[in-house]
């Protein structure tokens, strides 16, 4: 093994490590404590804490640990880990840095959904009305721009047509959001801020239902990581290579979307993760797929964590909540910026 | 009679103190209340007299001091009324000024006859549409913003913000609105009422041995009031104790974790048009079956217009959330 891979394994061992570690050290921090307590009665030590989480008597403690802080964690860390893999899916097909997994319009679809479910009857972003109409509508729009495409170039998929069906899609789904946000009135406040992104209320139902097509789909995309590589070359090398590629795009789009409208449907639209995570993991591990999928996955995960924490955390002695979208972009883009300039290279 | 007498003295009284704290140019502060209760005075007087009704030009240039400090200048009675709010439709309405209100905004819906009114707009206002109304004045509230305002001005209307910050400043804009408009009888008769009602429940809740339950009320999933929001005045007023009332906003958005730490004894949450929380969707939150309310089963609703609107209907707010608080005491 060469000095250099050996390297990168160490620096992806450490990446699983640092992921574990986020796990455990997030549950630890809220409201009541152990780390980062906001004050107030009642605040568990660090010995309240374990017991809790093995099962204690204090039934309070329990549920916190249990059936709140640890679903709500293990939301975040899904979405992030999701959200980034997907694009660094979309970068290495669209072979564009600015990719990211709202390029085919799934977050101006699914806002237009969960701005549509607002008149449904069945209002408030409490059940199951607003995810599944943000998830149709998310899967709606990709799909019509799909179809655009694929009648547009006669079967084949031209990346030039889908990223301007994309666009004029998004554009299209952006109206409608604002008309009917207009349209509901004193009601758009919340829907803006659902957009914004959040977890501020997760049962272990929610986690189920996420993790199950957020975990099949990325396990999908790693097992594309060469065929990805070979389109790195371009799509004629990667022909040459062997790569079928337009059924590696109808695949990969395929399972992408389906990801992506999973995490908008639980948690909104979480900027920045999906665009800057795939980045700078490439910065630090290299261009090579097998890898930076995986390593975009962990980091993508920490990161989110790290993010909600800020996000339920930061006010947290007002019993404050900020959406996970601001923090996300406020705190993540310094720190890109920051890696960017250590490196001195792209 | 001798009220107005007295009033009539008070008036000339300030007048002459008017001129001294102009003329020696103190507090301006301090001018534009002696303004406003001269206006008021005035104004009252009059129309104690008989006089303010039949004789415009003895209110000539009135100036009173709204909600946001500024000057609103009148010429004569206003006959023709727009509102910019909801809350300001209702105290036109509760005032007896239903049949000069002439436009509305989008969102007032109480009492039923504004919802036939024509609909001025909200967030965007149709200028176009105000101007062929020919408003005498133009009510707006909180959630006008300053551009409308002065876009309105400059077309040269009367604008007028009522935007209380307790229930007592809902009062005070229930009988500068009867001042302006004439109607100070049934203004003050209204307010007078409306405090009576509140003292009855101050009455009953400002004890001090009463227990104060640790009070949640939502207006939407999540969104509770915080200080120096009306809820956090209501809870208090009811004899409740908001749990969010150290919050560092006024309007915040909680979690589950520090809803269940803060352990309410009683959950309220709104019902109307924007929500569709039931008591199941509170009992199944994530961990929320901890709460002493939910083990108590003390959730109830309220209609989310009259908490969230300050207007006449927030003392019928009050006393339903007394009622929830303290059922004891309201038997």
């Known amino acids: 093994m060469n000095p250099l891979a050996k390297r990168k394994g160490v620096l992806f061992s450490l990446l699983i490590l640092i992921l574990f570690a986020t796990i455990v050290i997030s549950v630890m921090i809220g409201t009541t404590g152990p780390l980062l307590g906001a004050g107030g009665e009642p605040q568990m030590g660090m010995n309240e ?298 | 009679m001798r009220t107005g007498v007295k009033w009539m003295k008070e008036q000339a009284k300030n007048d002459r103190l008017k001129h001294d704290e102009s003329r020696s140019g103190l507090n301006l502060v301090m001018v534009c209340c002696i303004i406003l209760l001269i206006g008021s005075v005035s104004f009252s007087a009059g129309y104690l007299f008989g006089a303010g009704q039949n004789n415009p030009q003895r209110c000539a240039g009135m100036t009173v001091i709204d909600d946001l400090g500024r000057n609103v200048t009148l010429n004569k009675i206003p006959e023709r009324f727009v509102s910019l709010a909801s809350s300001v439709t209702e105290v036109l309405f509760a005032v007896g000024l239903g049949g000069r209100v002439v436009g509305v905004d989008d969102f007032s819906d109480y009492p039923q006859e504004a919802k036939n009114i024509t609909k001025v707009g909200s967030f965007n206002l149709n200028y176009e549409l105000i101007v062929s109304l020919k408003p005498d004045l133009i009510v707006g509230a909180d959630i006008t913003s300053r551009q409308q305002i002065s876009e309105l001005e400059s077309r040269g209307f009367a604008v007028m913000i009522l935007a209380p910050k307790t229930i007592h400043g809902i009062l005070q804009d229930i009988r500068l609105i009867g001042l302006v408009s004439g109607n ?104 929320w079956s901890q709460i002493t309310a939910v083990k108590e089963n003390r959730i109830y609703s309220i209609d989310d217009n009259i908490v969230a609107r300050p207007g006449p209907r927030m003392v019928d707010a009050l006393e339903s959330l007394a009622k929830i608080i303290h059922p004891e005491l309201f038997r």
């Open chain 1, 49 to 346: 804490f374990f017991s809790a989480l093995l099962g204690g008597d204090s039934e309070t403690y329990r549920t916190i640990i249990r059936e709140v802080r640890l679903p709500r964690v293990l939301l975040a860390g899904l979405v992030g880990c999701g959200l980034a893999l997907s694009g660094c899916t979309m970068q290495a097909i669209f072979r564009n840095p600015l990719a990211d997994p709202y390029l085919l319009g799934i977050s101006s679809g699914g806002a237009a959904g969960a701005a549509l479910s607002m008149f449904t009857g069945l209002k408030g972003y409490e059940g199951v009305t607003l995810p599944l109409f943000a998830f149709l509508g998310g899967l709606g729009a990709v799909f019509l721009v799909y179809i655009l495409t694929w009648t547009t170039c006669r079967g084949r998929i031209k990346m030039e047509i889908l990223l301007l069906a994309g666009v004029a899609v998004g554009s299209f789904f952006g109206a409608v959001t604002s008309f009917l946000m207009y349209a509901a009135g004193m009601q758009f406040r919340y829907l803006w801020f659902w957009l914004l992104g959040g977890f501020t209320s997760t049962s272990w139902d929610k986690v189920i239902l996420a993790y199950i097509p957020i975990m099949i789909g990325c396990v999908c995309i790693c097992i594309f990581a060469r065929e990805l590589n070979a389109l790195l070359l371009g799509e004629e090398h990667a022909m040459y290579l062997g790569v079928n590629v337009n059924t590696l795009k109808r695949v990969l789009i395929c399972i992408v979307s389906l990801i992506t409208g999973v995490c908008v449907a639980f948690s909104g639209i979480i900027g920045f993760v999906g665009l800057i995570i795939p980045h700078a993991v490439r910065l630090l591990l290299g261009p090579d797929h097998r890898v930076l999928l995986p390593a975009s996955c962990i980091v993508g995960g920490s990161f989110l964590i790290w993010a909600d924490v800020i996000a339920r955390s930061a006010l947290a002695s007002g019993g404050v909540e900020v959406p996970v979208g601001i923090i996300t972009a406020l705190f993540g883009a310094p720190f890109f910026l920051y890696i960017l300039i250590r490196r001195r290279r792209w």
């Open chain 2, 184 to 287: 100070a009888e049934k203004a003050m008769n209204l307010a007078n009422s409306l405090s009576a009602r509140i003292d009855a429940v101050l009455l009953k809740t400002s004890n001090a041995s009463l227990s104060r339950p640790r009070t949640y009320l939502e207006y939407y999933p999540y969104w509770t009031f915080g200080p120096g929001s009306f809820g956090d005045d209501l809870i208090r007023m009811a004899g409740g104790s908001n749990i969010a009332m150290n919050a560092t906003i006024s309007y915040p958005m909680v979690n589950d974790e520090w809803v269940i730490q803060s352990d309410p004894e009683v959950i309220i949450y709104t019902v109307g048009s924007g929500t569709s929380t039931t008591n199941e969707t509170i009992k199944a939150r994530p961990g």
